[in-house]
């Protein structure tokens, strides 16, 4: 299975907001709407803050959302903030019955 | 709250077989309502899925890595394992277990902190 993919470095200024897409096709993100995207931070685990495209875990902030159209997904952080500066991957099932990565984003906040 | 503990040999040999267990806490591993995952990523690189554990009719690996993986649990200790056969330096990565939730669809909720496995002779 191939990396979903999604473009390497994306950078906004603090409180504007950004998107993140995440490109697969109909036997993943164009067929399933299980799409998750994860935050990680330097050193440390990742972090579920997107799951069923749109749906966010508790305790997450609301500046995160993600949406879906066709075979792309896409996460948007508005009100981006300093804490926001992270890796970020999206994932989705697959046809196979398994789970792919995206290739993952660098967020950087100017 | 869940909390998972990787552990395992931080240095393998070419050739041998990698292996590491998940230490679960605030829940059994034997409710059998969840999903028990393996990721892994090489230091500066990207995230990879390695699999995951249902039951053991209901199991599933990447394909790139099929051939050499294995999951499974142990519900005596409260742990699921991993083992990886014939590695080589490409199999050098920090090693993540997770979970998901109940409501929660094909996404992983509950990390571990990971564990660096260095292949190397």
């Known amino acids: 299975q191939s990396a979903l993919t999604q473009p390497a470095s994306v950078s906004g200024s603090p409180g504007q907001s950004i998107t993140i897409s995440c490109t697969g096709t109909?036997?993943?993100?164009?067929?399933?709407?299980?799409v998750s995207w994860y935050q990680q931070h330097p050193g440390k685990a990742p972090k579920l803050i997107i799951y069923e495209v749109s749906n966010r875990p508790s305790g997450v902030s609301n500046r995160f959302s993600g949406s879906k159209s066709g075979n792309t997904a896409s996460l948007t952080i508005s009100g981006l903030q300093a804490e926001d500066e992270a890796d970020y991957y999206c994932c989705s099932y697959t046809s196979s019955s398994t789970l792919v990565f995206g290739t993952g984003t660098k967020v950087t906040v100017l | 709250q869940v909390q998972l503990q990787e552990s395992g040999p931080g240095l393998v040999k070419p050739s041998q077989t990698l292996s590491l267990t998940c230490t679960v806490s605030g829940d059994s591993i034997s409710s059998g309502s969840y999903y028990w995952y393996w990721i892994r990523q090489p230091a500066g690189k990207g995230l990879e899925w390695i699999g995951r554990?249902?039951?053991?009719?209901?199991?599933n690996y990447n394909p790139s890595l099929k051939s050499r993986v294995t999951i499974s649990l142990d519900t005596s200790k409260n742990q699921f394992s991993l083992k990886v056969s014939s590695v080589t330096a490409a199999d050098t990565a920090v090693y993540y277990c997770?979970?998901?939730?109940?409501?929660?669809?094909?996404?992983?909720?509950?990390w571990g902190q990971g564990t660096l496995v260095t292949v190397s002779s």
């Open positions: 997770a979970r998901d939730a109940l409501r929660v669809g094909a996404a992983m909720v509950y």
């Open positions: 554990f249902y039951t053991s009719e209901n199991t």
């Open positions: 109909n036997s993943d993100v164009g067929g399933y709407n299980y």
